[in-house]
């Protein structure tokens, strides 16, 4: 028996020192990915200088070899035993159309369980994706869920008890994704936020926008000055959409529904601005809705903004308007060498194209044609699969909060 190479040794000793959990593979596993590019490269330096009997370069170009092959070994376990993350529902009514059935379809998650205050909707939603996740469970109700073995929850109970269940979720160990708003206030939002960060755990709230193909590349640009000193941004949603059977506004308003995710991609976008002032006029079938009714629900409002270098914002959302198309959304970042902007696509909610403007000339930087709401609920599970623990991003989350609480006259941020 040959005697074991230098290398082979170390590798050896080191598959097999009791480094077993996952989340220690994790830590060592893109190292050693970049080891195995390293030891290749040097492999291909090597030439050998004899052909009858191996030379010392022979020698450690079989050593690296094996160092190669027991590296790539080594590294597609570590990435075999990363399992999904399982996850609970709680509240399937919001989720159940493309969060729910994205994540179960994709195979990013396990979903295990689901629970909600109608338990038809429950069983009606487990039956639509037994397909993908022949295993899930309706149960009765969030505590049984929450005592269920889970690695994060979906939450899309009514506002009410959304951030006692976010809280209850983090004190259990679990990372959280929740439907906006999180809590009925941006103090109560910034104290579950607060939580998540003791506690240790991811929670994101469900801002689409900020997912659409392109948003990333416009932030970006922003930072690096392609359009130079951004000094204007002007947002709009408007929908055909937002009321029930009976023609009454949904509870939370259109400035909750839709214009918080308008808020969002501002703060996104333009990396978390000071807001310095904040004014807004909400009303309610063409009624003003003075201080008096901060929680009545409104269909139209119109607010104006100023953040960071006194950057003027303006914007303005509301459904059942009258716009002779679907839905008619748009963000535009305006510099001082150019135009950045988002918008919907002939009218449509599921078409988005983001370009970036230079005089009459405009590129596009990307967007989307298909179902692009259960994108940021993919992104968590998936920042989840990697690592559960807190994002520091999730710190604006009462930003936004604080301006949409602002804007309704409800409290100051």
Same mark, same amino acid.
């Given at each position: 028996m040959h005697a074991q190479s230098p290398c082979s040794a170390i590798v050896a000793h080191t598959l097999c020192s009791g480094h077993g959990t996952v989340q220690r593979r994790r830590e060592w596993i893109l190292p050693r990915q970049r080891a195995v590019k390293d030891a290749e490269n040097d492999i291909g330096r090597e030439t050998p200088r004899h052909i009858a009997a191996p030379s010392a370069s022979d020698t450690r170009q079989t050593a690296l070899s094996d160092l190669v092959l027991e590296l790539r070994r080594s590294a597609e376990h570590a990435m075999q035993t990363v399992r999904r993350p399982r996850l609970g529902f709680i509240g399937v009514e919001w989720s159940r159309s493309s969060r729910l059935r994205d994540l179960a379809a994709g195979g990013v998650a396990e979903i295990r369980s689901l629970t909600d205050d109608d338990p038809d909707i429950a069983r009606d939603a487990a039956s639509h994706i037994r397909n993908f996740a022949p295993n899930v469970r309706v149960l009765r109700g969030a505590d049984e869920l929450l005592a269920d073995p889970l690695d994060g929850v979906v939450i899309g109970s009514t506002i009410q008890h959304r951030a006692a269940l976010a809280s209850a979720a983090l004190d259990r160990g679990l990372a959280v994704f929740c439907q906006y708003p999180l809590a009925e206030s941006a103090r109560e939002t910034a104290a579950v936020i607060e939580r998540a960060h003791r506690r240790d755990r991811l929670i994101a709230v469900d801002f689409q926008l900020r997912q659409v193909p392109g948003v990333a590349e416009m932030a970006a640009l922003i930072r690096d000055g392609a359009v130079g000193d951004v000094f204007s941004v002007d947002m709009r949603w408007h929908s055909l959409f937002g009321a029930d059977a009976d023609g009454d506004v949904q509870p939370a308003g259109c400035l909750t529904e839709l214009g918080s995710h308008l808020v969002d991609l501002m703060v996104h976008v333009l990396d978390g601005p000071v807001v310095h002032a904040v004014s807004g006029r909400r009303y309610a079938s063409g009624r003003l809705l003075g201080a008096h009714s901060p929680r009545t629900s409104d269909d139209h409002t119109l607010a104006d903004l100023t953040v960071g270098n006194d950057i003027s914002v303006r914007l303005a959302c509301s459904w059942r308007a009258a716009i002779g198309q679907e839905a008619n959304v748009e963000a535009a970042f305006v510099?001082?060498?150019?135009? /950045?902007? /988002?918008?919907?696509? #002939?009218?449509? /909610?599921?078409?988005?194209?983001?370009?970036?403007?230079? %005089?009459?000339?405009?590129?596009?930087? %990307?967007?989307?044609?298909? =179902?692009?709401? %259960?994108?940021? #609920?993919? =992104?968590?599970?998936?920042? /989840?699969?990697?690592?559960?623990?807190?994002?520091?991003? #999730? =710190?604006?989350?009462?930003?936004? #909060?604080?301006?949409?609480?602002?804007?309704?006259?409800?409290?100051?941020?």
């Amino acid at each position: 028996m040959h005697a074991q190479s230098p290398c082979s040794a170390i590798v050896a000793h080191t598959l097999c020192s009791g480094h077993g959990t996952v989340q220690r593979r994790r830590e060592w596993i893109l190292p050693r990915q970049r080891a195995v590019k390293d030891a290749e490269n040097d492999i291909g330096r090597e030439t050998p200088r004899h052909i009858a009997a191996p030379s010392a370069s022979d020698t450690r170009q079989t050593a690296l070899s094996d160092l190669v092959l027991e590296l790539r070994r080594s590294a597609e376990h570590a990435m075999q035993t990363v399992r999904r993350p399982r996850l609970g529902f709680i509240g399937v009514e919001w989720s159940r159309s493309s969060r729910l059935r994205d994540l179960a379809a994709g195979g990013v998650a396990e979903i295990r369980s689901l629970t909600d205050d109608d338990p038809d909707i429950a069983r009606d939603a487990a039956s639509h994706i037994r397909n993908f996740a022949p295993n899930v469970r309706v149960l009765r109700g969030a505590d049984e869920l929450l005592a269920d073995p889970l690695d994060g929850v979906v939450i899309g109970s009514t506002i009410q008890h959304r951030a006692a269940l976010a809280s209850a979720a983090l004190d259990r160990g679990l990372a959280v994704f929740c439907q906006y708003p999180l809590a009925e206030s941006a103090r109560e939002t910034a104290a579950v936020i607060e939580r998540a960060h003791r506690r240790d755990r991811l929670i994101a709230v469900d801002f689409q926008l900020r997912q659409v193909p392109g948003v990333a590349e416009m932030a970006a640009l922003i930072r690096d000055g392609a359009v130079g000193d951004v000094f204007s941004v002007d947002m709009r949603w408007h929908s055909l959409f937002g009321a029930d059977a009976d023609g009454d506004v949904q509870p939370a308003g259109c400035l909750t529904e839709l214009g918080s995710h308008l808020v969002d991609l501002m703060v996104h976008v333009l990396d978390g601005p000071v807001v310095h002032a904040v004014s807004g006029r909400r009303y309610a079938s063409g009624r003003l809705l003075g201080a008096h009714s901060p929680r009545t629900s409104d269909d139209h409002t119109l607010a104006d903004l100023t953040v960071g270098n006194d950057i003027s914002v303006r914007l303005a959302c509301s459904w059942r308007a009258a716009i002779g198309q679907e839905a008619n959304v748009e963000a535009a970042f305006v510099g001082t060498r150019g135009t /950045l902007r /988002l918008r919907n696509v #002939a009218g449509m /909610l599921e078409a988005f194209r983001v370009e970036h403007c230079e %005089g009459t000339r405009c590129r596009t930087l %990307g967007g989307t044609r298909d =179902a692009w709401s %259960g994108r940021m #609920a993919d =992104a968590w599970a998936r920042q /989840l699969a990697r690592d559960p623990r807190f994002d520091s991003s #999730a =710190a604006r989350i009462p930003l936004v #909060a604080g301006i949409i609480d602002r804007i309704a006259g409800r409290e100051s941020a």
